[in-house]
């Protein structure tokens, strides 16, 4: 019998093996870093990967899907771009996990319940035969023929979720047959999801989930799965996504308060096999991340704010450029990324309001980044390659990187950071890894 339970624990998915690892005294908690910027996916595996440890890196809906999302990629191209880079990050592959964010019907919600189930299905179909092994089921939102004037019911949303497992069970079973050492994706439920990158603007408080609500969406899921002949899916079920009581907006953002949170924590303690998904965490302090892994929220997700230090570390470089080269010269990457985003606004024309002065201010500095849209466009990224061969010609002086880049400085006068622009920028993003790596409990 033991021999049975060694066994099982060595082909258990890993994303199992490291949550079920926290009674014992492990490992707190897994971040999980939703971005498909190749710089910032650099940044985290190298950061994230040091020590032997585990790297979970999520596509969303928008992002990746059959008809190419915002990054032009389907999910077995996401997979292989995430490996390819992984390669190249030098993270071994049996320690790079990689999974799916808001797989629904997110991206078609506009149009009606037939139409709109039709392509989530082949979306996570597609995402389970690429072998991915962590899938969040994200049915929460309201569809085009759903009445306007009511809440979505639990039902429903488990309904349609019982619909997309099998989609799962379907692609997975496709991947098996080539891959028959693969392991069943881990799968998250749940119906308080936070809307992907954030609110338009963050209240100075959230409404934390009831503890009701959470034992109503774990009880209704059982019977609707159990129906639709899915009784053993919480075998796979691991997490539900929770409103702990954190977010983030434009300009302002909501901590973690453990206290407000108490009486959803506690009710945690009667599923000892689930744990809480926290979307949304972007931005919390390591204080208040390492409370939430203490507290169950076993899985911290993180996007914008990966980007936002991205875009920090390049405007930094910038700011030298304009002082090392005369204009005629310089990259002028801010001025660039700001006429892409004038010239193709649909990525954050509906996020942002105010007036022109304030919308420049957004665009360029909000909590939600929506800069992330654009950073990979052909201009953006000439503008980057020239910002850093220009950083990497000038020799720039110490003296000076102190004054814009104070902890890289530091690191390089340490000798664990060399001066390269590339290095610097991704070190940017390194320091907001490592305090989900350090809330973890892994650093």
């Known amino acids: 019998m033991k021999q049975q339970e060694k066994l099982k624990e060595i082909i258990m998915n890993p994303i199992k093996k490291i949550l079920s690892s926290r ?11 939703c971005t498909s910027n190749s710089l910032v996916l650099e940044a985290c595996m190298e950061t994230a990967g040091h020590g032997g440890h585990y790297v979970l890196v999520e596509g969303t809906a928008n992002q990746v899907n059959q008809f190419g999302g915002y990054t032009g990629m389907k999910p077995e191209d996401f997979v292989k771009y995430v490996r390819d880079i992984a390669d190249k990050a030098g993270l071994a592959q049996d320690h790079l996990l990689i999974g799916g964010d808001h797989l629904g019907p997110l991206v078609w919600s506009a149009e009606p319940e037939e ?39 639990t039902e429903t949303i488990a309904r349609r ?4 497992y099998g989609k799962v069970v379907e692609g997975y079973n496709e991947y098996k047959s080539s891959h028959p050492e693969a392991e069943f994706p881990v799968i998250i439920i749940g119906s308080e999801v936070p809307i992907p990158g954030g609110s338009q603007e963050a209240e100075d408080s959230v409404a934390v989930t009831k ?54 924590i506690a009710r945690l303690e009667k599923y000892p096999e689930l744990v809480f998904e926290g979307h949304s965490t972007d931005y919390q302090s390591e204080k208040c991340l390492t ?19 991205l875009r920090e570390g390049l405007y930094q470089l910038e700011e030298m450029e304009r002082v090392l080269y005369p204009q005629s010269q310089c990259s002028h990457l801010s001025d660039v990324i700001n006429s892409v985003m004038l010239e193709n606004p649909s990525n954050w024309r509906k996020h942002y309001s105010g007036t022109e002065e304030e919308l420049y201010i957004k665009r360029m500095w909000s909590y939600s980044d929506r800069i992330r849209y654009y950073i990979g466009e052909p201009v953006a990224a000439q503008a980057i390659d020239r910002l850093f061969d220009n950083i990497n010609k000038a020799n720039v002086p110490l003296s000076m990187l102190h004054q814009f880049m104070p ?3 530091d690191d390089i006068r340490a000798g664990i950071l060399k001066m390269d622009a590339r290095e610097l920028v991704k070190r940017s993003v390194g320091y907001e890894v490592l305090k989900y790596e350090k809330a973890a409990g892994n650093a």
Do not use: C, N, W
Request: glycine residues 8%.
């Open 115 to 153: 139409e709109a189930m039709a392509k989530a299905s082949e979306l996570v179909r597609q995402f389970a035969a690429a072998g991915v092994t962590k899938i969040h089921l994200d049915t929460s939102m309201r569809l085009g023929s759903d009445p306007t004037d009511e809440m979505l019911s």
């Open 23 to 33: 009674k014992s005294g492990g490992q707190r908690a897994i971040p999980s870093y």
């Open 211 to 264: 503890p009701e609500a959470f034992e109503d969406t774990v009880a209704v899921y059982h019977k609707v799965f159990a129906e639709a002949g899915y009784a053993d899916a919480f075998e796979h079920i691991i997490a539900v996504v929770v409103q702990p009581g954190v977010e983030f907006g434009d300009s302002s953002l909501v901590e973690y308060d453990h206290v407000k949170a108490a009486s959803l």
């Open 161 to 164: 979720g019982a619909i997309l």
């Open 291 to 309: 409370m939430m892994a203490e507290d169950g929220i076993g899985i911290l997700k993180v996007g914008p704010a990966l980007t936002f230090a």
């Open 407 to 409: 902890r890289q400085y």
